[in-house]
């Protein structure tokens, strides 16, 4: 079975104090999609001292920042202030600038210095490669399926080629792997196959009248 991360995208403090009730009986840990507006074309939970207030009511609850923003390494500091977080994962594609490789490497060091572990996500048109110079210092690579930015987008299956390659690359290397965009029961079999171990899920889990019998699904 595969672990699924129940994730959300919410404008404001009600939304996500809705979406924290209807998932608390199912899940405990959850991915908090973090937006911008400027890395992708949507703005999601940016607003950290807002997220402190609301996940530090969950205590059964642990968190995971899933951070879609432009130069991570900028306003890392702020994010981790948030209690309750396991796992920041940020954008490989989100370093604009000079000496990008450099900077990557000192915010894995500082995000692991607060016991947090780091994962580093890459986009549909993303190569594996990118990962070689950082795939020791990391817990966690994340698939993106879709586009970042929005849900309900239609799962992109040229990535499945991506994750074999990914192995096969770095087929020495033990660390999770994770899918996040357009999954559902028939993607979440197909990611399976090339090796996926964790899935992150919201139109499926969110839109669902029975979200535990979707977690459920999505894990077999």
């Known amino acids: 079975m595969v672990k699924v991360i129940p994730a959300i995208i919410a404008k404001t403090k009600t939304e996500l104090e809705q979406k924290l009730r209807f998932i608390e009986p199912y899940a405990k840990f959850i991915q908090l999609d973090i937006m911008d507006g400027k890395f992708v074309p949507n703005i999601s939970l940016n607003n950290p001292s807002m997220i402190s207030r609301v996940v530090k009511l969950y205590r059964r609850i642990f968190f995971e920042l899933h951070l879609m923003v432009k130069n991570p390494d900028r306003v890392i ?39 947090i572990k780091v994962g580093i996500a890459i986009n549909p048109a993303t190569e594996v490669g990118v990962l070689r110079p950082f795939i020791n210092e990391i817990h966690y690579v994340l698939f993106l399926t879709v586009n970042p ?11 499945l080629y991506k994750i074999k390659n990914f192995h096969e690359i770095f087929k020495n290397v033990k660390i999770k792997i994770g899918a996040d965009g357009g999954i559902n029961d028939k993607t979440a079999k197909l990611l399976k196959k090339v090796g996926v171990n964790v899935l992150s899920a919201q139109s499926f889990i969110f839109n669902s009248k029975n979200p535990l019998g979707a977690i459920k699904l999505l894990a077999k």
Do not use: C, M, T, Y
Not at 77 to 84: D, N, S
Not at 88 to 115: S, V
Not at 149 to 159: A, H, I, L, Y
């Open 149 to 159: 930015g929005f849900s309900g987008q239609d799962f992109q299956e040229s990535v």
């Open 77 to 115: 500091e702020k994010w981790l202030k948030v209690p309750k977080i396991k796992r920041i994962i940020f954008h490989w594609e989100a370093f604009l600038g000079f000496n990008e490789e450099q900077r990557i490497k000192n915010l894995i060091k500082k995000i692991k210095k607060h016991k």
